[in-house]
């Protein structure tokens, strides 16, 4: 080969060349995909989101620690990816109703958005010995639990956190914490307020860890100031981390108040007497006035509510549509209120002027996503409004059900003018200042009222116009177990609720006892149920089985609490011979799982005589002269009496039988299955 000749390359080097042409040429394309597509797409997806989130997202709602699913729904823009070029910070939660696991993975994304390298767990479920024994500073999300006690998903790790603080065990090295508890103050006066935060701190501080920035921060849901807590809470501990060595004096802190509550500037422990320094609901920043512009239910309790199916009514009210309406509008059968009292399911409106509650019932089916209060403190809408509002609500809610299959045309049209009003939602309605004038509205429009109260505020029982029919709930029987059912806020709650039923017995017009059965809870009680009814000497006890809402950490109960229509009535037929002559069984409604007693005076002729008259009701109390409840009444049909084959269903309705598509069990019939007649309707 001549020197000027051009040289062909070695046949190895071949195919590396090929190798490289290709990578070249995918590092291209994937550049290229990455700058000209991904890129833009991702920066117009995220611009579209906040769009929509400024004219969408709920109003005051820290929607960061939600997830990309949940942001998507409200439309709001996803999260950035975290840069972790700072040290690491721990995040752990314990939480009830799901409140304090977003305050923690809300503290997550800021810190993240802050260079720290955060991430979160829950309390309970961490390896509580390399928790405490890591460098890294912790942070604690928690909320206060029944009695003050933590919730029980971090129960363990503070049983194991005092038994190593009494056995003068110390922390090595000593890690740096950050406290943010949840609480509501109605608990103060009982010593409870934000106890689980407190005890959290003072063995911490025992152990030899040592708190830094803000140490501890206190919300309150009384006060609606959780989510400024957090806000403090975390702007703090972010100027805390950037020298967590230099720990400046600090304490417990409770958002809404100018001092700090507990002072803890040397290294004890919080004082015993703690938490009475913390003042009640009622001497909160100046909290016994009431604030005219307060609004009863917050951002985060209208969200929670309204996924639930409530329609908000002003400020502090709800309206919801009972299934039992959607029933019977398409001949399906009327709720227990149709078997017992004559009312027209399609015609009746679910409401309260109150989603405030003064208990926590352990089987509420709300899950204690509304407010709690010992006394009315926000501002107050009109009941005339309320009235309109409600009907024009439940016109919304039933509109829909137009063109549902097997709605009954009439029953539509008739079901679009309400003319029964249960108070019974949720909450506490006769705590509401105009529940007089709420109940004389719904009268002016021809709408009965069957007003329901646990009985905690017994002067406005006293202070109660007539009603259609006035409900006490009597959840237990003895002041042990209405405290573990009902977890009452009042201190004095055994009282108030005695003080209620000698206040109902006072009444002219009719009175129920509503028992709610909660199987190994209070199904046993006979004797000393029989002994509330003699003194109450209510018209009608309703015993009714409870009903099981879904598991929440908000409660304990499964549907092993749930008792068959079988233990409902043999509980009701003790219940009625414990009570003597005096009281009979009246009504059932099985597929309610519910049963009547009734007191004999409504044994007239042979025949019960349970039903009302509203027409007579509504004459009566325009008439504005005193009246009783033998000037209302009407008989009980054959169907709904006590021992009728029927139980309690209406032979005029077509009952369907939904059998489940599980394994083993035959298909779902596609025809309504009706209810065999007695001999004597043929």
């Not at 501890?216 to 806000?231: C, I, M, N, P, S």
């Not at 209208?302 to 299934?323: D, N, P, W």
Request: net charge neutral; glycine share 8%; proline share 6%.
């Amino acid at each position: 080969m001549r020197a000027d000749e051009p040289r062909e390359p070695s046949l190895w080097l071949l195919p590396l060349m090929g190798s490289g042409v290709t990578i070249l040429a995918c590092v291209t394309m994937v550049t290229g995909y990455y700058f000209f597509v991904f890129r833009p797409r991702m920066q117009k997806l995220t611009e579209k989101y906040e769009q929509k989130a400024g004219k969408e997202a709920a109003p005051g709602i820290d929607t960061r620690s939600y997830s990309l699913k949940t942001k998507k729904a409200l439309g709001v823009a996803p999260n950035a990816v975290p840069v972790k070029k700072g040290g690491r910070v721990r995040v752990v939660y314990a939480t009830v109703k799901g409140t304090c696991k977003a305050f923690a993975e809300q503290a997550v994304h800021v810190l993240r958005e802050n260079g720290f390298a955060a991430d979160v767990e829950k309390l309970g479920e961490c390896g509580r010995e390399h928790l405490l024994s890591a460098e890294a500073p912790i942070l604690f999300v928690l909320p206060t639990y029944e009695g003050g006690k933590p919730p029980a998903s971090c129960a363990n790790f503070m049983v194991w956190l005092n038994a190593r603080v009494e056995d003068s065990v110390k922390f090595s090295p000593k890690p740096k914490y950050a406290i943010l508890g949840m609480g509501h103050s109605a608990y103060a006066s009982a010593g409870n307020y934000n106890q689980a935060a407190k005890d959290l701190h003072r063995a911490l501080k025992r152990g030899g860890a040592r708190p830094f920035g803000p140490g501890v921060v206190l919300g309150d849901e009384g006060k609606g100031t959780q989510d400024a807590a957090f806000r403090e809470w975390i702007d703090e501990v972010l100027e805390g981390l950037k020298n967590v060595e230099e720990m400046a004096h600090v304490g417990v802190y409770e958002v809404g108040t100018e001092a700090d509550v507990t002072n803890e500037a040397d290294d004890d422990a919080v004082s015993d007497d703690a938490s009475d320094e913390v003042p009640d609901l009622e001497d909160l920043g100046g909290s016994s006035k009431i604030d005219p512009n307060a609004e009863m239910v917050n951002p985060r309790m209208r969200t929670a509510l309204t996924k639930q199916g409530y329609k908000l009514l002003g400020s502090h009210s709800g309206v919801k549509l009972c299934r039992w309406t959607k029933a019977q509008l398409r001949g399906r059968g009327g709720c227990y209120k149709h078997t017992f009292y004559g009312i027209t399911s399609y015609q009746c409106m679910e409401m309260t002027p109150s989603l405030a509650c003064a208990n926590k019932c352990v089987f509420c089916w709300r899950h204690h996503t509304n407010p709690v209060a010992k006394e009315w403190k926000w501002k107050t809408d009109a009941p005339d409004f309320l009235v309109d509002e409600a009907v024009k609500g439940q016109r919304e809610m039933i509109k829909p059900l137009k063109g549902v299959p097997g709605v009954l045309k009439e029953r539509y049209e008739d079901a679009l003018n309400p003319i029964h009003c249960a108070l019974s939602l949720v909450g506490e309605p006769i705590i509401y200042p105009e529940i007089n004038g709420l109940c004389d509205h719904l009268h002016e429009r021809g709408i009965s009222s069957f007003l329901v109260t646990n009985a905690q505020f017994p002067e406005k029982i006293e202070e109660l116009r007539p009603v259609t029919q006035l409900y006490i709930s009597v959840d237990a029987a003895t002041k042990d177990s209405m405290k573990k059912i009902d977890r009452p806020i009042f201190d004095d709650f055994w009282e108030r609720f005695l003080h209620g039923v000698d206040a109902m017995r006072a009444k002219g017009q009719r009175t129920v006892f509503r028992l709610t059965l909660v199987k190994d809870w209070n199904a046993t009680e006979v004797g000393d149920y029989a002994q509330i009814i003699q003194r109450g000497n209510p018209d009608f006890v309703e015993v009714k089985g409870v009903t099981f809402c879904g598991e929440s950490t908000a409660s304990n109960l499964s549907m092993g609490n749930v008792p068959f229509h079988s233990e409902v009535v043999k509980f009701c037929t003790q219940l009625a011979e414990a009570c003597g002559e005096q009281y009979g069984l009246a009504s059932e409604h099985e597929h309610s799982c519910c049963i009547l007693i009734a007191n004999k005076k409504f044994f007239r002729e042979g025949q019960w005589h349970t039903w009302i008259d509203f027409k007579k009701f509504h004459e009566l109390i325009n008439a504005g002269k005193p009246f009783a409840t033998d000037d209302y009444l009407l008989p009980t049909p054959d169907w709904g009496n006590w021992g009728s084959p029927h139980k309690g269903f209406d032979p005029d309705e077509t009952r369907y039988i939904k059998v489940r598509n599980h394994p083993g069990k035959t298909a779902t019939p596609k025809k309504p299955v009706p209810l065999p007649k007695d001999e004597d309707d043929e």
